[in-house]
Nanobody
């Protein structure tokens, strides 16, 4: 059974940084795509960032490009989201996601919000104060 457990959320002041982690378990994720989404209060869940199976290809929402960095450690079945220069608009519950599809067309579709990943964690709350 696939399990995704996020950690690293919490309160932070605007301009600060946080690093989220997501530990995946239940199978090998070497060939899977992994990603981060977020849901702000009263809004729909949005794509944040994703990485293909090898870590060579990364995808970002325009709103976080240049501030957030996604990475993965396949030896640990863990992905990370380094978030810098946070602002109050980044306040949200951040969800880790995984999917066995990892090809470019699928990843591009996820980035555009056309397709979704199949497995989800329970989320970790990030609160950015001004």
């Amino acid at each position: 059974q696939v399990q995704l457990v996020e950690s690293g959320g919490g309160p932070v002041q605007a301009g600060g940084s946080l690093r989220l982690s997501c530990a995946a378990s239940g199978r090998s994720f070497d060939a899977w795509a992994l990603g981060w989404f977020r849901q702000a209060p009263g809004k729909e869940r949005d794509f944040v960032a994703a990485v293909n199976w090898s870590g060579d290809d990364t995808y970002y929402a325009d709103s976080v490009k240049g501030r957030f960095t996604i990475s993965r450690d396949n030896a640990k079945d863990t992905i990370y989201l380094q978030m810098n220069n946070l602002n109050p608009d980044d306040t949200a519950v951040y969800y880790c996601a995984a999917d066995p599809r990892s090809g470019g067309p699928f990843m591009n579709a996820v980035q555009r919000g056309i397709r979704n990943m199949g497995y989800w964690g329970k989320g970790t709350l990030v609160t950015v104060s001004s």
